[in-house]
C-alpha cells in the first residue's frame, strides 16, 4: 500500500470539501441544496468503499506518523456515518442561516477530514494537526448563525477555551520532547526505563491528556460545553456531541494504551476518580435543565464518564465496550438533534417545553425521539442498552483485580438510574405535556430526513437487538492496541 | 402453536404491525392486539396441557445462537417453575386486552404499548439465559411509563410514574449488577442458566463471594417485588395506572422479581442464600404486616388493592425464606394466584371508576343491586384475597405457611396474624362499602357488563382461580422435582462442609 492510497479515505474526503466550495462559486442560488445532496452521496460513497479497505496488518506510513490498523478503520467509519447525518441535519436546518448553506457543507467536511487523521494518529504531531484541524473548523461552525448573539457568544467561549486547551497540549508536547527526543507513541512507549520515569515526560503527558479531557468533556474541563452547545446551531451541535468526542476518545485510546502503558497504568485511581465526578457531575447538572442543548451538553459530559469505565477497567474487552457503546450513541444523539431541528422548524426555541404536544403532530418523530433517548438511558432493547451492559461486564471484570472499580461500578449505576430521570423527562413531555400555544399543523418530513431517520432508528435497534457483528467489528478494533 | 417463541413474539410482532397500521384504522388495532393475545393464550394452554410432569429436564425448549461473542443465546423451554407462569402471563395478557375496552385516545399507541409489555414478560419467564432474561423484561419499562403517563388518572399521576420508573429501574439495575458479577465470578463465558446451574454445582464460589452477589440480587429483584421499605412505589402506581398496565403490572411483571430469586438465586447461590434468610424473613413481616394495616386505612379502592398486593407478595418472600420444598412451592402457587387475583382485582376496579368516575370507597353503597355480575366476581375475588379454600391463593399462602413454620415459628405466628385477621378484615370492610348497605340515588342508572363479551375476561381470571384453587396439584406436581432439586443444593451444601 502506497502512503497516497492509505489516506485514501481522508484525500476522498478532503476532495468533496474543496469542490463544494469551489462548486458553489458558479452555482445558481436556488441550485445550491444540491451542492449539499452531492457532498452527502459522496459521503455514503466513502463510507461504503470504507467496507472494500481491509488491513490485515497495521499499516505504518509517513515515517511511521500515520497508522491504519481496525482501531483506525473503526474511527473512520464511525466519523463517517456521524458527518453524513449531520449532514442531513444541516439540510434540515439551512433555512435557518442566513447564508453560506455550501460553506457549511465543506466546513463539516473539514472537521470530518480532522477527525478521521485523528483516527490513525500514531505521532504528536498528527494528534496535534488533526485535532487543530477539527477545532479551528468547529469555532467557525459554532458561529455560524452570525445574527444570533448566543451563537457569537458561543463561538467566542469555544475559541477562547479551545485556544487554552491548546495550549496545554502545545506545551505538553514540548515537554514530551524534550524528555523523550520522539513524538512517536511507538517510539516513546519503548524509551528507555530512565525516560519513562522521568518528571518531565510525566507533567508533558498530563498536560496532553487536559488538552484531550477538553476535547471530551471530563470534569473537571467540561466547563465549556453547556455554554458551547447550547449557542452553537443544532447539526454543529450534533457534530460536536457525537465526532469530537469520539475523536477525542480515539486519541485519549491511543495516547493512553500505546503511548505511554507503563505510566497510565499507575494512574488508574486518578483515572477512576475523573470518571466518578464526571458521571455525577452529568447527571446531576442534567436534571434542572429546560433547554433540550443544555440538557444534551450535560448528558454529552456523563457520557464522557460512561465512555472512561472503558478506560477504567483497562482490558480489550473495555475498549471494545467503548466503541460499542459509541455506536450507539451516534445513533440516539443525532436522532434527538435531527427530530429536534424537524420540529423546532420556523422557531427560534430550543426549550424542552416546547417539544410538547410533538406525539400528536407527528408520531414518527415522537416515536424516534423516544427511541433515541431511551437507548441513551440504557433501556432494552436499544444500543444503549447492550452499550451499557458491556461497559459495566467489563468494569466488574477487572474489578477482581482493581477493588476501587466496583466503587466506580456503583457510580455508575447511580448515574444510569438519575439520567433515567432526565431522559424520561422529555418522554413526558414529548406524549402528555401541555402545549403552551393552540396545536400545531402536523409536520411534512421530505424523503432525506425519512431515510435519516430510519437509519437512526435500524442503528438503534440492530445494534440493541443483533449486536453480534458490531461487537466483532468493536473486539477486532480493540485488538489493535498493543495488550500485555 | 405449542411453541413457546410463537408465545412470546405473538404480542411483539403484533405490535410491530400495529405500528405499521395508517393511523385511522382504528378498529384493526383492538382486533390484532386481541387476536395475538388470544393465539398467545391458546398457545400457553396448549404447552400446559402438554406438559409432561413425570419428565425430567426443560421442555419445548428452543436454543438459538445470538451474540456469540459472549456466550448469550436465545434460550427459552419450560419445566415446572415456569409452565404455571406462562399460562398465568398469557391469561392475564389476554384479558388485560379484552377490558381496555374503554380506551378511546390514542389506541395505536396504547395497543403497542400494551403488547410490548406482555411479549417481554412472557419472554422473560421463558428464558433460560441469565441476559435474554434481562432483557425481557426490561422491554416492559418503557410502556409502562408511557401507559401510566398519558392514559393514567389522578392528580399524583407524574409523580406515581416517575417514582414507579425510576424504582423499577433502580431496582433491575442493582440485580443486572448482581447477574454480571454472577457471569464472572463463575468464571464462565455463557450466560446459559443450565450450564451456570451446572458448572456451580461442581465448583461452588467461596461462601463470601456468593453473599455479596446474592444480597445485590436480593434487593434488586426485591425492589421489583416491592419488599418491604422498598414497596411505597407500587400502591401510588397502580392507582394511577390505567386498568390493563395495573394489571399487567401487579400480576404479572411483578412476580419476575420473585422468579428471578427462585430460578436464578437460590440455585446458583446456595450458600449466599443462607446467609440472607433471616433478614428476609423479617422485611417479609414489612409487607405481610405493615402493608397490610395501611391497607386498612384505605378510602380509595385502588390504594386498597395496591396494598393488598403489597402484602400478598410478603407470603411469597416468606415462601423462600423458609428454603424448604413447602415454602419454596407455596411461594410459586402465591405468585400465579397472586397473578391472577391482582389482575382480576385491578380489572374490576377499572370497570367501576369507568362507570362511576370515582373509586372513593365512601360514596359507593349498595351496588350489588345495580351490578350483580361485577359485584359478584369482585366479592369473591376479595374472599379470595382473604385466602378463602376454593380459590387458588389458598393452598399457596398454606403451604407458605406450613413451610415457614419449620423455620421461622414466630415469623410465621405474625403472618398468620396478617393473612388471617388484617386481610379479612379490610377485604370484608371494602365489601360491605362498596357492595352491600342501602343503595345510593346517584348510582340508579348503572349498568352491569351487559354481554358475555364484556364478562369473559373477568370470568377466565375467576376460572383460572377457582381451577387451581380446587385443583392445586396441577401446580405442585409439576413443579416437585424442580423445587427439591433446588432446596437439596441448599441443604446440601450445609450438611457437606
Not at chain 1, 69 to 75: G, I, K, M, Q, R
Not at chain 2, 97 to 103: A, H, K, L, N, P
Request: aromatic share 12%; with cysteine.
Amino acid at each position: 500500500m502506497t502512503h497516497f492510497a492509505a489516506i485514501g479515505l481522508e484525500l476522498a474526503v478532503a476532495a468533496t470539501g474543496l469542490a463544494v466550495l469551489l462548486l458553489d462559486l458558479w452555482v445558481r442560488p436556488e441550485q445550491r441544496r444540491w451542492l449539499t445532496w452531492t457532498a452527502l452521496l459522496a459521503v455514503g460513497g466513502i463510507f461504503v468503499a470504507s467496507f472494500a479497505l481491509t488491513v490485515p496488518e497495521p499499516a505504518r506510513m509517513f515515517g511511521g506518523l500515520y497508522v491504519l490498523d481496525e482501531l483506525a478503520l473503526f474511527f473512520k467509519r464511525f466519523f463517517l456515518l456521524a458527518a453524513l447525518l449531520v449532514l442531513v441535519v444541516g439540510q434540515e436546518f439551512a433555512d435557518r442561516f442566513s447564508a453560506g448553506h455550501a460553506e457549511y457543507s465543506a466546513l463539516t467536511l473539514f472537521a470530518l477530514t480532522g477527525m478521521m487523521f485523528a483516527a490513525s494518529a500514531n505521532d504528536f504531531v498528527l494528534l496535534f494537526v488533526a485535532l487543530e484541524l477539527v477545532t479551528i473548523t468547529f469555532y467557525v461552525l459554532t458561529s455560524f448563525q452570525r445574527r444570533r448573539v448566543v451563537s457569537l457568544e458561543a463561538g467566542v467561549k469555544y475559541l477562547i477555551l479551545g485556544a487554552l486547551s491548546t495550549g496545554f497540549l502545545v506545551y505538553g508536547l514540548a515537554l514530551i520532547f524534550g524528555a523523550a527526543g520522539t513524538m512517536n507513541f511507538e517510539q516513546l512507549a519503548a524509551s528507555p526505563p530512565a525516560v519513562l520515569e522521568s518528571r518531565l515526560l510525566t507533567v508533558g503527558l498530563l498536560l496532553v491528556l487536559v488538552g484531550l479531557a477538553f476535547k471530551i468533556a471530563a470534569v473537571p474541563f467540561q466547563f465549556w460545553a453547556p455554554d458551547v452547545y447550547e449557542g452553537a446551531p443544532l447539526p454543529t451541535t450534533a457534530f460536536l456531541a457525537v465526532g469530537s468526542k469520539a475523536a477525542g476518545i480515539v486519541l485519549l485510546l491511543r495516547v493512553w494504551f500505546v503511548a505511554a502503558p507503563a505510566l497510565t497504568s499507575s494512574w488508574a485511581r486518578p483515572l477512576l476518580v475523573v470518571t466518578a465526578l464526571t458521571l455525577l457531575y452529568g447527571v446531576l447538572c442534567a436534571i434542572p435543565q429546560r433547554s433540550l442543548k443544555r440538557l444534551m451538553a450535560y448528558s454529552s459530559i456523563a457520557n464522557a464518564g460512561f465512555l472512561l469505565l472503558g478506560f477504567c477497567s483497562g482490558s480489550a474487552a473495555g475498549v471494545a465496550a467503548v466503541l460499542f457503546y459509541l455506536g450507539g450513541y451516534l445513533f440516539a444523539v443525532l436522532a434527538i438533534f435531527l427530530v429536534a431541528t424537524l420540529a423546532w422548524r420556523g422557531t427560534d426555541s430550543d426549550a424542552i417545553a416546547d417539544l410538547a404536544g410533538l406525539a400528536q403532530r407527528s408520531p414518527l418523530l415522537a416515536g424516534v425521539l423516544t427511541l433515541g433517548l431511551v437507548s441513551l438511558a440504557g433501556v432494552p432493547p436499544l444500543a444503549g442498552f447492550f452499550g451499557k451492559f458491556l461497559l459495566l461486564k467489563s468494569v466488574l471484570a477487572s474489578a477482581t483485580l482493581h477493588p476501587g472499580l466496583y466503587a466506580v461500578a456503583v457510580v455508575a449505576l447511580l448515574a444510569a438510574v438519575i439520567s433515567l430521570y432526565y431522559y424520561f423527562g422529555v418522554v413526558r413531555v414529548v406524549y402528555w405535556g401541555q402545549p403552551a400555544a393552540a396545536p400545531q399543523a402536523p409536520i411534512l418530513l421530505a424523503w432525506p430526513a425519512r431515510a435519516a431517520l430510519g437509519l437512526c432508528v435500524f442503528g438503534l435497534l440492530w445494534l440493541g437487538c443483533f449486536p453480534a457483528n458490531v461487537l466483532n467489528l468493536a473486539q477486532l478494533a480493540a485488538q489493535s492496541l498493543p495488550w500485555r | 402453536m405449542a411453541n413457546l417463541s410463537f408465545i412470546i413474539f405473538c404480542p411483539l410482532v403484533a405490535a410491530v404491525l400495529i405500528a405499521l397500521l395508517p393511523r385511522t384504522f382504528n378498529v384493526l388495532f383492538r382486533a390484532v392486539a386481541l387476536l395475538a393475545t388470544g393465539l398467545s393464550l391458546l398457545g400457553a394452554v396448549r404447552v400446559f396441557v402438554g406438559f409432561d410432569s413425570a419428565a425430567t429436564g426443560l421442555q419445548y425448549e428452543q436454543h438459538f445462537r445470538w451474540v456469540d461473542a459472549l456466550g448469550i443465546g436465545y434460550h427459552v423451554g419450560v419445566d415446572g417453575l415456569n409452565v404455571g407462569l406462562v399460562l398465568m402471563a398469557a391469561l392475564v395478557a389476554f384479558a388485560a386486552v379484552c377490558v381496555s375496552r374503554e380506551i378511546r385516545e390514542r389506541q395505536q399507541l396504547y395497543y403497542m404499548l400494551v403488547l410490548a409489555m406482555a411479549g417481554g414478560i412472557l419472554g422473560a419467564f421463558a428464558s433460560f439465559d441469565l441476559f435474554l432474561f434481562y432483557f425481557f423484561h426490561e422491554l416492559a419499562l418503557v410502556p409502562t411509563f408511557i401507559l401510566i403517563g398519558v392514559w393514567g388518572r389522578g392528580a399524583q399521576r407524574n409523580y406515581a410514574t416517575f417514582k414507579l420508573t425510576l424504582y423499577l429501574s433502580l431496582g433491575a439495575l442493582v440485580a443486572l449488577i448482581g447477574l454480571i458479577a454472577l457471569y464472572v465470578q463463575a468464571g464462565q463465558t455463557s450466560f446459559n442458566l443450565l450450564h451456570l446451574t451446572r458448572h456451580l454445582a461442581l465448583n461452588p464460589m467461596a461462601p463470601g463471594t456468593q453473599s455479596w452477589i446474592f444480597g445485590l440480587l436480593l434487593f434488586g429483584f426485591g425492589i421489583l417485588v416491592s419488599l418491604w421499605p422498598f414497596h411505597t412505589w407500587a400502591p401510588l402506581g397502580y392507582a394511577a395506572a390505567p386498568t390493563a398496565a395495573a394489571m399487567l403490572h401487579a400480576g404479572v411483571l411483578k412476580k419476575f422479581g420473585l422468579y428471578g430469586l427462585i430460578r436464578i438465586a437460590l440455585p446458583l447461590l446456595p450458600a449466599g442464600a443462607q446467609s440472607w434468610m433471616n433478614l428476609l424473613a423479617l422485611l417479609c413481616l414489612g409487607n405481610i404486616l405493615y402493608c397490610g394495616l395501611v391497607a386498612l386505612r384505605q378510602r380509595d379502592l385502588n390504594h386498597l388493592l395496591g396494598n393488598s398486593s403489597v402484602a400478598h407478595m410478603g407470603f411469597a418472600f416468606l415462601g423462600i425464606a423458609s428454603l424448604n420444598v413447602l415454602g419454596v412451592t407455596g411461594a410459586v402457587v402465591v405468585m400465579v394466584a397472586h397473578g391472577l387475583l391482582a389482575a382480576l382485582s385491578f380489572a374490576l376496579s377499572g370497570f367501576l371508576y369507568h362507570r362511576l368516575g370515582t373509586l372513593e370507597m365512601d360514596q359507593m353503597g349498595g351496588l350489588l343491586q345495580r351490578l350483580p355480575f361485577v359485584g359478584g366476581v369482585m366479592v369473591m375475588a376479595m374472599f379470595a384475597g382473604c385466602g378463602l379454600p376454593g380459590f387458588a391463593n389458598f393452598p399457596g399462602e398454606a403451604l407458605v405457611l406450613f413451610g415457614a413454620w419449620k423455620s421461622y415459628p414466630t415469623v410465621t405466628v405474625f403472618a398468620c396474624w396478617g393473612a388471617l385477621v388484617i386481610a379479612a378484615v379490610y377485604m370484608l370492610r371494602a365489601v360491605r362499602a362498596i357492595w352491600h348497605g342501602p343503595p345510593l340515588d346517584r348510582w340508579k342508572d348503572l349498568v352491569d357488563a351487559p354481554n358475555l363479551w364484556v364478562k369473559l375476561p373477568y370470568a377466565l381470571l375467576l376460572a383460572g382461580l377457582l381451577v387451581f384453587g380446587c385443583f392445586p396439584r396441577l401446580l405442585t406436581d409439576p413443579m416437585q422435582p424442580v423445587v427439591s432439586q433446588i432446596v437439596q443444593r441448599i441443604h446440601g451444601e450445609t450438611v457437606t462442609p
